[in-house]
């Protein structure tokens, strides 16, 4: 460690062997280290970055001079103050905590619209109390953030729009439900799995007078059929920040939420197992969920039915614990994703799963089928599916009535189907596209 006097530039730098010469303003800092790195990062940097560089040292960008912070360095008194007064800047990529670092600062103000931000986990109280800041902020990178508790509470003069900042959820298991908490300028309310069902709450929410914060939540069943559709038909409030980490069964959460199109790709539904007709009848909704660790799911049965523009790719989805996944595209108008590279070795019950199917066209031919046991009506009208399946191990399977009834494209080889299983083969291909030579040995 050693002490280096840096001076407040003048914004006429003159380059001396290891530290800047300037004018006035004398600073000492205890830094790491004193070597001044010019001109070695990107000059027009927005924000200003610094992944690899030594923690303490110095460096010229944009006629300014910036240190390279960490954890400690950035929450340094000395430091903030050199910060307030405009003859030092951070570079913050190696910081990973902010909290707590602004509260309580009636003075502070400064430009640190540049910061990196891309590795900051808490940010939780870091602008509680500044009454006076009001920088830009909005293009902060937040992607790694987890807790932004009160991050503004009490920055009367903050008036920038931090919405588009991404953050996976709100979390507040440090708090008694029924609490009601500040957060990003909006109003939160603590919720259980029966708070969050009570019609004064779910009034409040509709109206955004409240958000809630669901880190108590377990149980969302029936949530939004049961609870808010006869009064909210047309529910569609902005709820991606829920905090769903602790949920372990969604069945139903949308069903019949005909107007929900919220961005909820974020969510942790990593406890989840139970996700029968989660979006059934969720016919505007089309956001991304392809990230959703769905490992522990074994039911995903009527999942997606009745959606109308639901489209997106699915197909990296952990399926190896499914065992229910009957009509979970019935009457599906517009999904056509690849789902061919699933694990299905568990499920039992495909009956009904492309059932009335208008887009779905993809190869499955792949699918360990060995146990499933009842297929019944499962590509029944889907009208554009003709992928071959004719591989697939049907050894188990006792039902396959109506399977490719009315299917008007479907003309493949079944021809080596083990079915002799099967009891229920009536309508097999009723009035569908399958010629008789491709058709399975049935027992007479």
């Keep these: 460690m050693k002490q280096v006097t840096l001076l407040r530039p003048s914004h006429k730098y003159k380059i001396g062997k290891n530290i800047i010469m300037a004018l006035t303003h004398p600073l000492t800092l205890t830094a790491l280290s004193a070597t001044l790195l010019f001109n070695s990062f990107s000059a027009n940097a927005d924000p200003v970055s610094c992944p690899n560089a030594e923690v303490g ?38 910081v990973t905590d902010m909290s707590n670092l602004f509260q ?17 986990t808490n940010m939780a109280n870091m602008f509680q109390n500044a009454s006076v800041f009001n920088q830009n902020i909005s293009t902060w990178n937040t992607s790694n953030v987890t807790d932004m508790t009160d991050m503004f509470v009490g920055a009367d003069a903050f008036s920038y729009d931090t919405s588009s900042w991404h953050q996976s959820t709100v979390s507040c298991l440090d708090k008694d439900v ?45 949530l939004f059929q049961e609870n808010w559709r006869p009064k909210y038909p047309h529910f569609n409030v902005d709820i991606s920040d829920w905090d ?31 996700m029968n007709s989660l979006f059934s009848g969720a016919e505007a909704f089309n956001q991304p969920i392809g990230n959703w660790d769905t490992s522990k799911v074994t039911w995903m049965s009527n999942m997606f039915s009745h959606t109308k523009a639901f489209n997106q790719p699915i197909g990296d989805w952990n399926t190896s614990n499914v065992i229910h996944i009957g009509s979970m595209f019935a009457y599906t108008k ?12 568990k499920v039992t019950d495909m009956e009904g799963m492309f059932y009335m ?13 060995s146990q499933v046991t009842n297929m019944e009506t499962m590509f029944e009208r889907a009208k554009k599916f003709n992928q071959p399946i004719g591989d697939w191990d049907t050894s188990k399977v006792t039902d396959m009535k109506g399977m490719f009834k009315f299917a008007r494209k479907f003309n493949q080889d079944l021809s080596g189907w083990d079915v002799s299983q099967v009891r229920n083969s009536d309508g097999f291909a009723l009035r569908g596209k399958l010629e008789q030579a491709n058709y399975p040995s049935f027992n007479q």
């Design 334 to 345: 517009a999904f056509n994703q690849p789902i061919g590279d699933w694990n299905t070795s």
């Design 178 to 222: 029924g609490e009601r908490f500040r957060y990003k300028n909006m109003d939160y309310l603590v919720v259980d799995n029966r708070t969050i069902r009570l019609p004064e709450n779910q009034d409040a929410l509709v109206s955004d007078r409240v958000r809630f914060c669901t880190s108590h939540v377990t149980n969302m069943n029936y």
């Design 357 to 369: 199917a208008e887009a779905f066209d993809q190869p499955i031919g792949d699918w360990d089928t």
């Design 104 to 120: 309580g600062n009636s003075t502070f103000s400064a430009d640190i619209s540049d910061w990196d931000t891309s590795n900051v």
């Design 57 to 94: 040292s110095v460096f010229i960008e944009k006629q300014r001079l910036y240190m390279v912070a960490d954890d400690r360095i950035v929450g340094q008194q000395d430091k903030i103050n050199a910060l307030q007064q405009g003859y030092l800047y951070f570079c913050t990529s190696q």
């Design 244 to 274: 769903t980490h602790q949920v372990t069964t969604m069945s139903s959460l949308f069903s019949g939420a005909k107007d929900f199109n919220q961005p909820i790709g974020n969510w942790d539904i990593s406890k989840v197992t139970n």
